[in-house]
């Protein structure tokens, strides 16, 4: 059997909630997961330790130290554990066996971190919606950050077994796309900066398309008999453009879903649904006093702070009711976990779509498939100084140009996910074009580089890694420096898992982080091929090449190149 450290933790916990069920009665703990088996804060008092003690203390009305020591004497010896012991206020204190970490790490030397991590999404499936801006022009620094951050969750999920999808969401019509014709229209007439219309679109790109359109359709084109023909065309090119910047980033979508596939059906039924939806029989939807076909939805009585429109006078829906339409063929179409990114301007929206979507499905079914993730905002630095953004004056630094001015997609990839979602990121661009270990990705990568480069070395010595997992191992890995890498990588499974159920994929460049300066540590103390003594080198070189398979199967969830030269 492969040792696996999260089967281990959860199996001590469960032979730790049995031991109190067998002392004290199974009436005793109240979850299970008070029994939870973590990973210890100080590796002088063990590898892992569990609170449960000082948990149930009040409880058996026994001091927390006793009620640890009990546990204890109850759970005896444990395959896989060297020794439990009892610190501080009742710590229960779990020290690995050499054997269990050394096996683990020639595991992973030999097969990776994929078979060790736990199988959380097996036989279920997950649609991730990200990035979903409207095709008025190129993306931009913001959408860039939203886009890498959808694709990592995507991939943390793959790595967890869940079959993932991955769906762009856009509005082919409206106000917006009508603006976007117009403006282009603009710029192929040769009009005057000041004929763009107010809310219109200013960016040289659309100088571009009006020479590609005059040179397709020739110079008659008027506004008001080809209307359709300027905006289909405007977003034909803006979502070419868009597609051509994910895939900068390594970036693809299973399905672009436009609004356009929504209405007036899909929009309508719910709509419908929600007018059989209320308190005491009162339809969440009504009718305005002054209108004959202006609708309201009760947003109130769902606990938001004030009723919207959700179809104007004229018969357009406003951008809520389409949004909310769109997430119930999402729920209707059977997926276990529905995963929305956004960006904070979408908090309040999204709330309503929520509050809407818990009237129809009820709120245990939305809260159980549905998670929403929202980031904030990026500023991007250049010599310190502040960089202006704004998509419709035109003042904008879009994805292509970052990727380009960085000169890579993996440092732009990377950098975008050492902060977490909510907080507000700082993007500078000095940092990134440093090709030193001040660059997080670089620092990393060179740590990948240089196991890659040690390997070489030790097979040019003819020293390699055996296939075969030898017990003599455990007894060459007993420094403090060997076991203080074995204990990092142990916790990496478990930590992933977390990421992967949190959906933080920034954990992982904390993990990866961790490893880089816990193998040059390593590095700095442990002498690694030793030509004298075959055997020593080439367990000393199964935990670099277990490091290395970390790192690379790490960076590749988060879309990240692992070179073997740098």
Same mark, same amino acid.
């Given at each position: 059997?492969?040792?696996?450290?999260?089967?281990?933790?959860?199996?001590?916990?469960?032979?730790?909630?049995?031991?109190?069920?067998?002392?004290?009665?199974?009436?005793?703990?109240?979850?299970?997961?008070?029994?939870?088996?973590?990973?210890?804060?100080?590796?002088?008092?063990?590898?892992?330790?569990?609170?449960?003690?000082?948990?149930?203390?009040?409880?058996?009305?026994?001091? #927390?130290?006793?009620?640890?020591?009990?546990?204890?004497?109850?759970?005896?010896?444990?395959?896989?554990?060297?020794?439990?012991?009892?610190?501080?206020?009742?710590?229960?204190?779990?020290?690995?066996?050499?054997?269990?970490?050394?096996?683990?790490?020639?595991?992973?030397?030999?097969?990776?971190?994929? #078979?060790?991590? #736990?199988?959380?999404?097996?036989?279920?499936?997950?649609?991730?919606?990200?990035?979903?801006?409207?095709?008025?022009?190129?993306?931009?620094?913001?959408?860039?950050?939203?886009?890498?951050?959808?694709?990592?969750?995507?991939?943390?999920?793959?790595?967890?077994?869940?079959?993932?999808?991955?769906?762009?969401?856009?509005?082919?019509?409206?106000?917006?796309?009508?603006?976007?014709?117009?403006?282009?229209?603009?710029?192929?007439?040769?009009?005057?900066?000041?004929?763009?219309?107010?809310?219109?679109?200013?960016?040289?790109?659309?100088?571009?398309?009006?020479?590609?359109?005059?040179?397709?359709?020739?110079?008659?084109?008027?506004?008001?008999?080809?209307?359709?023909?300027?905006?289909?065309?405007?977003?034909?090119?803006?979502?070419?453009?868009?597609?051509?910047?994910?895939?900068?980033?390594?970036?693809?979508?299973?399905?672009?879903?436009?609004?356009?596939?929504?209405?007036?059906?899909?929009?309508?039924?719910?709509?419908?649904?929600?007018?059989?939806?209320?308190?005491?029989?009162?339809?969440?939807?009504?009718?305005?006093?002054?209108?004959?076909?202006?609708?309201?939805?009760?947003?109130?009585?769902?606990?938001?702070?004030?009723?919207?429109?959700?179809?104007?006078?004229?018969?357009?829906?406003?951008?809520?009711?389409?949004?909310?339409?769109?997430?119930?063929?999402? +729920?209707?179409?059977?997926?276990?976990?529905?995963?929305?990114? +956004?960006?904070?301007?979408?908090?309040?929206?999204?709330?309503?779509?929520?509050?809407?979507?818990?009237?129809?499905?009820?709120?245990?079914?939305?809260?159980?498939?549905?998670?929403?993730?929202?980031?904030?905002?990026?500023?991007?630095?250049?010599?310190?100084?502040?960089?202006?953004?704004?998509?419709?004056?035109?003042?904008?630094?879009?994805?292509?140009?970052?990727?380009?001015?960085?000169?890579?997609?993996?440092?732009?990839?990377?950098?975008?996910?050492?902060?977490?979602?909510?907080?507000?990121?700082?993007?500078?661009?000095?940092?990134?074009?440093?090709?030193?270990?001040?660059?997080?990705?670089?620092?990393?990568?060179?740590?990948?580089?240089?196991?890659?480069?040690?390997?070489?070395?030790?097979?040019?010595?003819?020293?390699?890694?055996?296939?075969?997992?030898?017990?003599?191992?455990?007894?060459?890995?007993?420094?403090?420096?060997?076991?203080?890498?074995?204990?990092?990588?142990?916790?990496?499974?478990?930590?992933?898992?977390?990421?992967?159920?949190?959906?933080?994929?920034?954990?992982?460049?904390?993990?990866?982080?961790?490893?880089?300066?816990?193998?040059?540590?390593?590095?700095?103390?442990?002498?690694?091929?030793?030509?004298?003594?075959?055997?020593?080198?080439?367990?000393?070189?199964?935990?670099?090449?277990?490091?290395?398979?970390?790192?690379?199967?790490?960076?590749?969830?988060?879309?990240?190149?692992?070179?073997?030269?740098?």
């Amino acid at each position: 059997m492969i040792p696996d450290p999260s089967r281990m933790r959860d199996g001590l916990a469960r032979m730790i909630a049995e031991a109190v069920d067998r002392i004290w009665g199974p009436e005793v703990l109240e979850d299970d997961q008070q029994a939870e088996v973590a990973s210890s804060s100080n590796p002088e008092f063990g590898d892992l330790s569990c609170q449960v003690a000082m948990q149930l203390a009040r409880k058996v009305r026994t001091g #927390p130290v006793e009620v640890a020591r009990r546990i204890v004497e109850e759970l005896g010896p444990v395959p896989g554990v060297s020794s439990f012991t009892v610190d501080g206020p009742g710590f229960i204190n779990i020290t690995l066996s050499g054997s269990f970490l050394a096996s683990y790490c020639h595991s992973l030397a030999v097969s990776g971190l994929g #078979p060790h991590l #736990p199988d959380l999404g097996a036989g279920r499936t997950a649609l991730v919606e990200f990035v979903s801006s409207n095709p008025t022009g190129p993306l931009t620094v913001g959408h860039c950050r939203q886009a890498v951050l959808g694709d990592a969750i995507s991939r943390l999920l793959g790595a967890m077994g869940w079959k993932v999808s991955r769906e762009y969401y856009y509005n082919d019509g409206g106000r917006q796309m009508e603006l976007l014709g117009r403006s282009l229209e603009v710029r192929y007439r040769g009009g005057e900066e000041s004929d763009i219309p107010e809310g219109g679109y200013r960016g040289n790109y659309l100088s571009g398309w009006a020479e590609d359109l005059r040179s397709e359709y020739g110079d008659g084109l008027e506004w008001e008999s080809d209307r359709d023909t300027f905006v289909s065309y405007a977003e034909k090119r803006a979502m070419d453009m868009i597609r051509s910047d994910l895939e900068l980033l390594g970036i693809g979508y299973d399905r672009f879903f436009t609004e356009s596939e929504l209405i007036p059906e899909a929009v309508d039924r719910t709509i419908h649904m929600l007018k059989r939806t209320g308190t005491f029989g009162e339809s969440l939807v009504y009718s305005d006093p002054g209108s004959s076909n202006k609708l309201w939805l009760r947003f109130t009585e769902l606990g938001r702070p004030q009723d919207r429109v959700i179809r104007r006078e004229d018969g357009s829906y406003t951008y809520r009711m389409p949004d909310i339409a769109y997430h119930v063929d999402k +729920f209707r179409r059977g997926y276990d976990l529905l995963v929305d990114v +956004f960006g904070s301007d979408h908090l309040d929206t999204s709330r309503d779509v929520v509050a809407a979507l818990e009237a129809i499905f009820g709120a245990d079914e939305v809260r159980r498939r549905l998670r929403v993730v929202i980031h904030q905002f990026v500023t991007l630095l250049c010599g310190g100084e502040r960089i202006k953004m704004s998509t419709r004056s035109g003042e904008y630094v879009t994805l292509s140009r970052l990727v380009e001015d960085v000169g890579s997609a993996d440092v732009t990839r990377y950098l975008f996910l050492t902060r977490r979602a909510e907080a507000h990121m700082d993007f500078d661009l000095d940092l990134a074009r440093r090709e030193s270990s001040e660059n997080p990705v670089y620092y990393v990568q060179y740590a990948h580089a240089r196991i890659s480069g040690i390997l070489r070395t030790a097979e040019d010595a003819g020293v390699n890694v055996p296939e075969e997992y030898d017990p003599r191992m455990e007894d060459i890995l007993s420094g403090v420096h060997e076991r203080e890498l074995m204990r990092l990588l142990e916790s990496i499974p478990v930590e992933t898992a977390a990421a992967a159920e949190s959906l933080e994929p920034h954990r992982l460049t904390e993990i990866l982080a961790s490893l880089a300066t816990g193998f040059h540590r390593f590095y700095q103390h442990v002498r690694v091929v030793d030509g004298d003594r075959p055997f020593e080198s080439s367990s000393r070189l199964m935990l670099c090449r277990a490091c290395m398979r970390c790192i690379a199967d790490l960076l590749g969830i988060l879309g990240v190149n692992a070179p073997r030269r740098m």
